[in-house]
């Protein structure tokens, strides 16, 4: 059985949200985070029409999830949130409770 690259399994998708530089925020998806910063920097066709016009842009906020579908979803969800929650979101990630153990 032949394995397809965009094979689910296979990948861990990750939701992303990037500040431009007119400080408004892009959230997407993609399996290399990195990697797609780096194209939506570049500014070409590979690069959201959003971001195109807004660069530089900066990862501010990472979230993995099992499926393409979960994010989806996800970024979905975040996509409906208001600026502040958003950034609220960013700050809880950069933030992250003191009493929580970390392994």
Avoid: F
């Amino acid at each position: 059985m032949q394995q397809n690259n965009h094979d689910d399994r296979a990948q861990r998708w990750c939701v992303y949200i990037l500040q431009c530089n007119d400080k408004s925020l892009y959230t997407g998806i993609t399996v290399e985070p990195l990697r797609r910063v780096e194209e939506h920097n570049r500014g070409d066709k590979l690069a959201a029409r959003y971001t195109r016009g807004r660069r530089p842009v900066t990862l501010v906020y990472q979230e993995y999830c099992p499926s393409r579908a979960t994010a989806a979803s996800r970024e979905a969800a975040i996509k409906k949130l208001s600026r502040t929650q958003k950034l609220a979101l960013i700050a809880q990630c950069a933030n992250p409770p003191s009493d929580t153990a970390y392994d």
